[in-house]
């Protein structure tokens, strides 16, 4: 079935023109977005998303397995847990704050140990 992840970047209110999808690195998404957030452009959420699409292209190797998809029609809870495809689920990463959320799969509940860790 594939181990799936979608991650959406923001800015504020304002995401970024499309979302990225991968199918089978569900459980890499969030070290390689942590990986890819050096070269972001703070603030800009169209150049950032271009920077983890880049990265992720270099790591996925073959015609398959990365996509592009159209964003959610907000990132409230309730839709991001409907517009989840399983695996790891959405990852939003803010690029103003740098803030990392997961909704719908198991990336959420990483995020919540890394914080009980801290």
Not at 7 to 30: F, P, Q
Not at 35 to 52: Q, T, V, W
Request: charged content about 25%.
């Amino acid at each position: 079935m594939g181990d799936r992840s979608i991650v959406i970047i923001k800015n504020g209110s304002r995401m970024a023109d499309c979302a990225m999808y991968t199918h089978w690195n569900g459980e890499d998404t969030l070290t390689w977005l942590r990986e890819a957030i050096p070269n972001f452009a703070k603030g800009d959420e169209n150049y950032s998303m271009a920077r983890l699409i880049g990265y992720f292209s270099a790591k996925i190797k073959g015609p398959y397995g990365l996509g592009v998809i159209e964003n959610p029609p907000s990132l409230d809870r309730i839709t991001l847990l409907g517009y989840s495809h399983g695996g790891a689920g959405v990852i939003v990463y803010d690029c103003e704050t740098g803030e990392i959320t997961a909704c719908g799969g198991y990336a959420e509940d990483q995020l919540k140990e890394e914080q009980t860790v801290k």
